[in-house]
T-cell receptor, first 113, second 113 residues
Framework: KNQVEQSPQSLIILEGKNCTLQCNYTVSPFSNLRWYKQDTGRGPVSLTI?????NTKSNGRYTATLDADTKQSSLHITASQLSDSASYICVVSSQTGANNLFFGTGTRLTVIP | DADVTQTPRNRITKTGKRIMLECSQTKGHDRMYWYRQDPGLGLRLIYY???????NKGEISDGYSVSRQAQAKFSLSLESAIPNQTALYFC????????????FGEGSRLTVL
């Protein structure tokens, strides 16, 4: 069964600190993995995409990693800011099937001053 | 102006009423989707459409119907709303490429009393 699990469900950190969010998946055959950021009351927005051949990709203070062998991805946020407070959703695409997107339930990150 | 526009943004209604949520997009994408988001459950697919003549059920289509009036318009209807349809609803679009990036609207918050 194709599934995406994220941890932790929620996280509170101090401004300026780093944090890492986890995404484990069982989706097969794997096509790509995206991390989305969803601010409160807004729609999700894509942060980064990881394909099978990519291990690491950065987008400013956000760095995503992918281990296709263990089917794990992480999103590392460096020097957190108050504006990083949001939900982060991991979405994995399969190569097959018309409806080929599988969603994690998200990690709710709160950055406090 | 937003690329994906949803109306209304907020709606309160009573059990048994018919409700329509509308979505329009200026991205020129063929693919459109309706998702609902509930706390702890993440985003779940209700219906999707890959072109004007193509309508497909998602994982939670019971109690919902859709209409694809044009490439740019995709509406979601609740024929007889019930309280457990209280949720945040998102319309999304994507291009017909392998990356599968979704572009979301701002969401429609529906409360059924």
């Amino acid at each position: 069964k194709n599934q995406v699990e994220q941890s932790p469900q929620s996280l509170i950190i101090l401004e300026g600190k780093n944090c890492t969010l986890q995404c484990n998946y069982t989706v097969s055959p794997f096509s790509n993995l995206r991390w989305y950021k969803q601010d409160t009351g807004r729609g999700p927005v894509s942060l980064t995409i990881m394909t099978f051949s990519e291990n690491t990709k950065s987008n400013g203070r956000y760095t995503a990693t992918l281990d296709a062998d263990t089917k794990q991805s992480s999103l590392h946020i460096t020097a957190s800011q108050l504006s990083d407070s949001a939900s982060y959703i991991c979405v994995v695409s399969s190569q097959t099937g018309a409806n080929n997107l599988f969603f994690g339930t998200g990690t709710r990150l709160t950055v406090i001053p | 102006d937003a690329d994906v526009t949803q109306t209304p943004r907020n709606r309160i209604t009573k059990t048994g009423k018919r409700i329509m949520l509308e979505c329009s997009q200026t991205k020129g994408h063929d693919r459109m989707y309706w998702y609902r988001q509930d706390p702890g459950l993440g985003l779940r697919l209700i219906y999707y459409s890959f072109d004007v003549k193509d309508i497909n059920k998602g994982e939670i289509s019971d109690g919902y119907s859709v209409s694809r009036q044009a490439q740019a318009k995709f509406s979601l209807s609740l024929e007889s709303a019930i309280p457990n349809q209280t949720a945040l609803y998102f319309c999304a679009t994507s291009d017909a490429d392998h990356t599968g990036e979704l572009f979301f609207g701002e969401g429609s918050r529906l409360t059924v009393l």
